[in-house]
């Protein structure tokens, strides 16, 4: 049998083009336009999965469908869930790419295209390095256990039934999962926290048509100006969230920790410069670091009314929207903070205005232990893939289903990114480094192994 190796090298092209050709695949999960796409990307990788002998099956629970797959199981090791999503987010404003998002496209030492870092490319590193440990050693030291779904941009709801109705199928000691990011540029890093999500949409409904506002103005309560009141109403020039309760569950940043994130090479001024901005602003009192990564905050991802058009049109809008989201730290509850936000808009709303708050989707956030074997095992295999330690730091973003793996499991998560920030994530011109690629497929080769050596004890010790 080939050596390990030789394998990757020998099948670099391959796999890059394989990663291509699920590339152009436009899984957009968001848009039901596209739900034929979503479901050929699961006929996909299912497909794929059966090439490299695991048993696979797609899983229909009304949304887009679960890719479930698995190796046998191997006794007294450690039983890995691999987690990942296939469905992308929507590609606009398309006139800002460079090459078209679905004609995935080689340039600079990358690969660009909508889904290449999140989470296509990422994600099927584990698959390629459980093909690679296959073709080598003819078995895998590790069960493995692939669950790969279609909604993770949209909130997780079939998975999330899933592991309610079949959390025995998925049971495993340990989740790893690629789908954030590396510190920096050369350094790569293990992720132990995600914060969490509680997402709304605000409708207002004013005057039954639009109305002239020199007629009517002052007169008549205007919905785009009620919105825009209601919204500033949430958030003060200190950066505090105003929603009664909001803070009440927070897990609080340790010293520690505080001092952790302060200690991580991150140069203010240059990640300022490279959001082409001149200024950075947040919850007073903490660092950029902490506000991105373990404090909350609230970003209106949206907002709509009236006239957009060229030159001015003096009217009162019928109506008013906007889409807003908080991001969530441990211990907060998207449920409570959703009830707690809807008494306090209704409080808010002004005569005239009949409102809808709609909640779209929510999810925990997540501070993961350090103490874990598997944490060990982790940073060795990454070490071997890329040739460097990783630094452990937490992210910004979320992943819906992880908080509710971490609970209906009780296994461990390991958050092992690969992307960079700079990747254009949920961005017009996306990328995934191929070098980095490469380097995941093998710290994902190097960490079934490294897993494997983790016993019942070892794992009982922490
Ligand atoms: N891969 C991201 C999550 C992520 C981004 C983790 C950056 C760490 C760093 C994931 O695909 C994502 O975009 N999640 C959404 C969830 C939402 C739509 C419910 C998010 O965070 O906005
Ligand atoms: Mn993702
Ligand atoms: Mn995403």
Redesign the pocket.
């Known amino acids: 049998m080939p050596d390990l190796q030789q394998y990757l090298q020998d099948r670099r092209a391959q796999f890059e083009d394989d990663l291509i050709e699920l590339l152009r695949i436009p899984s957009v999960s968001a848009d039901s336009a596209y739900r034929d796409d979503v479901a050929r990307a699961a006929q996909w990788m299912a497909d794929h999965f059966r090439t490299l002998g695991l048993t696979a099956e797609l899983i229909e629970l009304g949304g887009a469908p679960i890719v479930y797959a698995e190796s046998p199981p191997v006794p007294d090791r450690p039983t890995v869930l691999v987690y990942g999503?296939y469905d992308v987010q929507p590609p606009d404003p398309l006139d800002e790419w460079l090459t078209p998002p679905f004609e995935p496209t080689r340039r600079d030492g990358n690969i660009v295209a909508r889904g290449a870092t999140?989470?296509k490319g990422q994600m099927l590193t584990h698959v390629k390095s459980a093909q690679a440990v296959l073709a080598t050693a003819g078995e895998l030291p590790v069960q493995l256990k692939f669950v790969i779904e279609g909604e993770?941009e949209c909130g997780s709801s079939a998975l999330s039934q899933m592991l309610r109705e079949q959390a025995d199928r998925l049971a495993a000691d340990v989740v790893v999962i690629s789908?954030c990011s590396q510190f920096a540029r050369g350094q790569p890093a293990i992720t132990y926290g995600l914060r969490g999500i509680a997402y709304f949409e605000l409708r207002l409904f004013g005057p039954k048509q639009d109305l002239h506002s020199g007629t009517f103005g002052g007169g008549v309560t205007n919905p785009v100006n009620a919105l825009v009141q209601m919204l500033a109403a949430l958030i003060d020039d200190q950066g505090r969230i105003q929603v009664p309760g909001f803070y009440d569950d927070v897990a609080t940043l340790t010293d520690r920790e505080r001092r952790q994130f302060a200690g991580l090479p991150f140069n203010e001024q240059a990640f300022i410069e490279k959001l082409g901005v001149d200024g950075v602003s947040g919850e007073a009192g903490y660092s950029t670091l902490e506000r991105r990564w373990a404090r909350p905050s609230l970003d209106i991802n949206g907002i709509g009314g009236g006239y957009q058009g060229e030159g001015g049109k003096t009217i009162i809008p019928s109506r008013a929207t906007a889409k807003f989201s908080f991001r969530l730290v441990p211990d907060q509850d998207p449920e409570k903070i959703g009830a707690s936000l809807r008494a306090m808009l209704e409080e808010l709303c002004p005569p005239g205005i009949r409102m809808e708050l709609e909640s779209m989707h929510g999810a925990g956030g997540l501070v993961a232990s350090l103490d874990s074997p598997f944490m060990d095992a982790a940073a060795k295999a990454i070490e071997q893939g890329f040739g460097r330690s990783p630094v452990f730091i937490r992210e910004g973003g979320s992943?819906p289903i992880v908080s509710e793996f971490h609970a209906a499991l009780d296994a461990d998560v390991l958050l092992l990114g690969w992307g960079l920030d700079d990747d254009n994530t949920h961005s017009p011109n996306e990328k995934f480094s191929l070098a980095d690629y490469h380097r995941g497929i093998k710290a994902s080769a190097y960490l079934w192994h490294e897993l494997s050596k983790v016993t019942a004890d070892s794992e009982g010790d922490s």
């Open positions: 999503h999140d989470d993770e789908d992943i």
